[in-house]
């Protein structure tokens, strides 16, 4: 039997409010343990927690950009159990009335566009960390506990299971970590835990409309492991079916050292939350206006950006799509463009020879040490025939370590492109009397025969030869 | 409704409290009552109110998101029973 897997995610994104959502406590990531932490967010008896006004707005803004309908009348729950990481032992979450719900995103995988429906965003609080004295949970006699993250604000988004493949999986989450980043709610960090899905993960014959036993996977962390989790568990269940076993309703962790999923807990007595709403905060009521107030304040959404790229700007929608997935990059390549640097170059200098160098270092683009501006200026460099596209990657090398001016380096190095005729002349006669192969290859007709002579020219000019000339001199000397 | 010895057990367990065996047919009786005097509850003619999820009359309560100073960890874990190096600390972590 022909079996196809039906994925759904639960998005968790960290919001970046300076405070938490319930108290005053800072959020900010990286303090010594326990030092952000307050009666509310530790709670103690008798606490009043008040909520925190951008978490609101930030759920609606999440909300409206995903195409969510916004609840006027939202409200938060108390979902109960006990673990640790919870000092209340319970999370103040949201239940029946969720500050959004029924939305959608596109995504596009291998140039098939597919809507990914939203079934709702809520508001709720983050959980602390356990630092455990064993390797794992369960070889540990203890744990430690930080609270400093207990509180922190999150916006859970929770989609339907319209995922067929780790790839759109994979698309899906690479766009809601572009809508978060664009209208600004989240830094988005997937190494600090800032956003981290749940999986779900369930197999059923082709063309059943029946879903089949989910397992579940919690706290994916990367793109990479969220991929590689998908496909070892659409691995591992078609095998137990093939074999006539049955999948069995549980929470699997995944190991990215080993890529493979391993069995954690079963949920067949599944947890009972005893949701009740929260006495301490009275419900949030928003008024049509204010709703309408924050849509007028989103910017640009990746979609829409994508478009005026590929429209305006004349860029493939690949590499459209590359640039806007992130709004650093997009912003990047905004100010490239301002300095008057033609699109289609600018977006081939970052994703090739900027993204290699960034790659290599581990770093973000916000942290390149080449600005847009600087970029700009070179690529101007090379539209003015100062230097070619060949010279242009020397340059580019020097100004990652010298923060001069393009121009300033291409003068000291002495890369100047040579466009003087005479110049150039002299090295091609040199060249030609020195190839009579090439040479006669070319009057015998093979005209592919030029590439050899103009490579040694380029070769004798340390680059600096305009090639266009030199293809033309080459031309006219043999023609 | 009449609150049998598994309905007991479980919401014992949910509370995390352990009851004597010669206990539960007390428990099972007062708690038989609670619901019994919630119940009568239902006896108010509600098809006219809608319904709330919120006791008083209150609404957007907000705080701004400004940051006001956190505890000293030393009074943050000062009732704590066990602690180290700045943690809490908590016996062996058991899933049900
Ligand atoms: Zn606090």
């Known amino acids: 039997m022909k079996y196809e897997a039906v994925i759904g995610l639960e998005i968790h994104c960290e919001l970046k409010t300076k405070t938490k959502i319930f108290c005053g406590c800072a959020t900010e990531f990286g303090a010594a343990q326990n030092t952000h932490v307050c009666p509310v967010c530790l709670g103690m008896p008798g606490v009043l927690p008040t909520i925190n006004r951008r978490v609101v707005e930030f759920g609606i803004k999440a909300g409206l950009a995903t195409n969510c309908a916004i609840n006027q009348y939202s409200k938060f729950d108390r979902k109960n159990y006990y673990y640790p990481d919870l000092p209340k032992n319970w999370q103040t979450s949201q239940y029946d009335l ?30 602390g960390k356990l630092v455990h004295s064993g390797t794992t949970i369960k070889d540990s006699t203890s744990s430690n506990v930080d609270y400093n993250r207990t509180g922190v604000p999150l916006l859970e988004i929770v989609s339907e299971p319209d995922m067929r493949s780790a790839a759109e999986a994979r698309a899906y989450m690479e766009k809601i970590k572009a809508i978060m980043e664009y209208i600004d709610v989240s830094s988005c960090r997937m190494e600090e835990g800032n956003l981290r899905a749940d999986i779900n993960v369930s197999l059923r014959p082709v063309g059943s409309e029946e879903l089949g036993t989910r397992t579940e996977m919690k706290n994916i962390n990367s793109f990479k492991s969220l991929e590689e989790a998908i496909n070892y568990e659409i691995e591992r269940q078609t095998e137990v079916l093939e074999d006539g076993g049955h999948i069995i309703q549980e929470t699997r ?4 050292v080993r890529g493979v999923t391993l069995s954690m807990r079963s ?12 006495p301490d905060l009275p419900p949030i009521v928003t008024a049509p206006e204010t709703i309408e107030k924050y849509r007028r304040e989103l910017p640009e959404l990746p979609d829409a950006r994508r478009e005026r790229l590929e429209k305006e700007c004349g860029l493939s929608a690949y590499d459209a799509g590359v640039i806007t997935a992130s709004r650093a990059m997009a912003e990047y390549f905004d100010k490239v463009t301002a300095t008057g640097a033609e699109a289609k170059l600018a977006a ?33 460099l090379i539209m ?50 020195n190839n009579p192969k090439a040479v006669a290859d070319f009057q015998g007709g093979n005209k592919k025969a ?30 | 409704m009449k609150v049998s010895k598994e309905i007991l057990a479980n919401v014992a367990g949910l509370s995390r409290l352990a009851i004597a065996e010669e206990e539960t047919t ?20 509600t098809e006219n109110t809608p319904p709330t999820t919120y006791a008083l009359p209150m609404e957007n309560v907000f705080r701004e998101d400004d940051v006001r100073p956190s505890l000293d960890r030393e009074a943050a874990l000062l009732n704590a029973p066990l602690k180290e190096d700045g943690y809490f600390k908590v016996p062996k972590v058991l899933e049900d």
Do not use: C
């Open chain 1, 98 to 127: 969720p500050i959004a719900e029924h939305g959608w995103v596109d995504i596009e995988v291998e140039g098939e566009k597919k809507r990914i429906r939203l079934t709702r965003i809520h508001m709720e609080e983050d959980a």
């Open chain 1, 253 to 256: 962790t995944f190991d990215p």
């Open chain 1, 267 to 278: 949920k067949e007595n599944a947890h009972d939350y005893r949701y009740m709403p929260e």
């Open chain 1, 348 to 380: 081939n200098w970052i994703m090739s020879d900027l993204a290699k160098n960034l790659n290599a270092e581990g770093i973000t683009i916000e942290k390149s040490p080449v600005g847009a501006e600087r970029l700009g200026q070179m690529i101007l």
């Open chain 1, 384 to 433: 003015k025939n100062t230097i070619s596209g060949k010279i242009a990657k020397t340059v580019f090398q020097e100004m990652w370590t010298n923060p001069a001016s393009p121009e300033q380096i291409v003068n000291d190095k002495g890369l100047v492109q040579i466009t003087d005729t005479g110049a150039i002349e002299k090295i091609v006669d040199e060249v030609i009397a």
């Open chain 1, 450 to 479: 030029i590439g050899a002579l103009v490579g040694q020219v380029m070769k004798a000019s340390k680059g600096k030869a305009n090639p266009q000339m030199v293809n033309k001199l080459i031309a006219e000397k043999l023609g």
């Open chain 2, 26 to 45: 007390r428990y099972q009786e007062d708690l038989t009552k609670f619901l019994a005097y919630v119940e009568t509850l239902n006896e108010v003619a």
